[in-house]
């Protein structure tokens, strides 16, 4: 096989009258700092079944920056139920105790009439086994509706751990 190069199948019977479940994936990571995945999947477990998943996803770290991007479609028999997620992400660090993270996330489903957009901030410091972070997330139209009520969130999280 390639270097840095991995790959898994999957196969799950649903009985004697459907065809079940399969998928495959692969994921390359033979450059430094670049790591590269796809996968797909479909599922027939039942005779009123049909869905594909597509998921791609690419990450690539230089010095103290990693950036990543992914997408996931997710398409079912049923065409009100397709999906396409889509994000991006930034994080730095500054120092050995110090980084930041910056995402943001869309969310488009079928038959709606707005995309779910997600965006999040994350600062974590760490010193000896102690880290302590901060994010806040905000979140429009999580109803899939640009008029809805109470369809825009906002989430503050501080966070201490300890290992010992």
């Known amino acids: 096989m390639v270097d840095g190069l991995s790959a898994g199948v999957s196969y799950a019977s649903a009985g ?6 399969t998928a ?3 994921t390359y990571a033979g450059v430094e700092g670049l790591s590269v995945s796809f996968g797909k999947g479909n599922n027939q477990a039942t ?3 049909d869905i594909d998943q597509t998921v791609m996803k690419a990450s690539y770290a230089y010095g103290p920056v990693t950036v990543a991007v992914s997408n996931s479609d997710y398409d079912h028999k049923d065409g009100t139920k397709d999906q ?3 994000s991006y992400s930034l994080a730095y660090t500054l120092t050995d105790s110090i980084s930041v993270k910056y995402g943001e996330e869309t969310i488009e489903k079928a038959g709606t009439t707005s995309d779910i957009e997600v965006e999040g901030v994350t600062a ?3 010193s000896g086994g102690m880290t302590i972070g901060l994010t806040s ?4 139209n999580v109803d899939h509706s640009a008029t809805g009520t109470d369809n825009d969130n906002e989430f503050w999280k501080v966070s201490l751990s300890f290992a010992f």
């Open 16 to 21: 004697e009258n459907d065809d079940g479940s």
């Open 124 to 126: 974590s410091y760490t």
């Open 84 to 86: 396409e997620v889509r």
């Open 24 to 26: 495959f994936g692969a």
């Open 47 to 49: 005779a009123a079944t």
């Open 137 to 140: 997330i905000e979140a429009t």
